[in-house]
């Protein structure tokens, strides 16, 4: 399968390749070197491979990458929205990234979750979030 044939994981890649180009960006106003940055976070390519992740992260990474939010993973899992939140920087570190899209698009890559579907409604509702208003 090629990439154009995969517009999802092409989006997420895109959605990182802004969010790191911000990054540089607030690096440099910040007065901090890019270079340090590269040194002290490899790309993926040249790092040492990634711990596996347990069966848990793994739910839990699935549902990041198809748009859950944290109170949605945590609804759905019987977990608590904390738990989620620890389980997603175990899981950030295990995958050497700073953020949600990128630790979906980088367990894509590696191939331990399944892209979301293309064509498909894969963000989950987010009026589950909230209960109804009173009347």
């Not at 019987?78 to 630790?103: D, P, Q, W």
């Amino acid at each position: 399968m090629t990439s154009g044939e995969r517009p999802g994981l092409d989006l997420l890649r895109e959605l990182v390749e802004r969010e790191l180009k911000l990054h540089e960006t607030m690096q440099q106003l910040l007065g901090e070197t890019v270079a340090a940055h590269a040194v002290e976070n490899p790309p993926a390519s040249t790092a040492s491979p990634s711990p596996p992740l347990s069966p848990r992260e793994l739910d839990i990474i699935q549902l990041v990458a198809n748009g859950a939010t944290n109170q949605q993973i945590a609804r759905q899992l019987g977990l608590s929205a904390g738990t989620v939140r620890n389980y997603n920087g175990r899981i950030f570190r295990k995958l050497r990234v700073t953020g949600r899209t990128e630790a979906a698009v980088r367990a894509i890559e590696l191939g331990m979750v399944k892209p979301p579907l293309r064509n498909a409604h894969t963000r989950m509702d987010r009026n589950k979030d909230t209960e109804p208003a009173a009347s």
